[in-house]
């Protein structure tokens, strides 16, 4: 095989942090549309990243974040955003270059990204995230999404529904299932 003198690897991780960088500007100027929440998934020690030493102790490597009812002062530029969101009631700001992302899904369309982190030592992880009901019945919605390069998978599973056989199928693999129920605001 030849020599990837182009880079084709490079410009398309770059073409589609351009998608969620266009999703996030359009956030910041009208807000969420419909049912659009976000997933954001990011290297915490990646160049550019700033986040508070709390923040940054607790999530050494990786840390996913939820755009969806309680965020501020979201600004985009070309090379990050910029977004305030609390944390067990303190209110921080994260400043995120594009290029520290690792992965972005929205739960509401089963749409779902995953890039390369260059510059950091964590390792690949997947991302995994809750899902609403897809009927008012509550019938279970499950979704998958694989990243054709890395073969990291995106699910969407609801917790109520995971079963032991997943569990054990989840402890196998090293993948990581979290409810969305877990980021729900509890009433």
């Avoid at 899904?105 to 964590?122: I, K, M, R, Y």
């Avoid at 279970?140 to 073969?151: N, Y």
């Avoid at 199928?169 to 729900?184: N, Q």
Wanted: charged share 30%; net charge negative; proline share 3%.
């Amino acid at each position: 095989m030849a020599e990837d003198h182009i880079r084709y690897d490079v410009l398309t991780q770059d073409a589609l942090r351009g998608v969620v960088r266009k999703v996030l500007s359009e956030v910041a100027k009208a807000g969420l549309p419909g049912e659009h929440h976000f997933f954001i998934s990011f290297a915490t020690r990646a160049p550019g990243v700033r986040i508070s030493k709390k923040l940054l102790d607790q999530y050494e490597e990786e840390m996913t974040i939820v755009v969806q009812n309680q965020f501020w002062d979201l600004k985009t530029t070309e090379t990050g955003f910029e977004i305030g969101l609390s944390f067990d009631g303190i209110s921080e700001t994260l400043s995120i270059p594009f290029s520290a992302l690792k992965g972005f899904f929205d739960p509401s369309v089963q749409f779902g990204l995953q890039f390369d982190v260059a510059n950091t030592t964590s390792e690949k992880k997947s991302l995994s995230s809750g899902t609403r009901a897809a009927s008012p019945d509550s019938q279970k919605e499950d979704a998958s999404a694989k990243d054709a390069k890395t073969g990291t998978e995106f699910k969407a599973v609801k917790a109520e529904d995971k079963s032991s056989s997943e569990e054990e199928t989840t402890e196998k693999t090293g993948e990581k299932v979290v409810s969305l129920d877990s980021f729900r605001k509890k009433t």
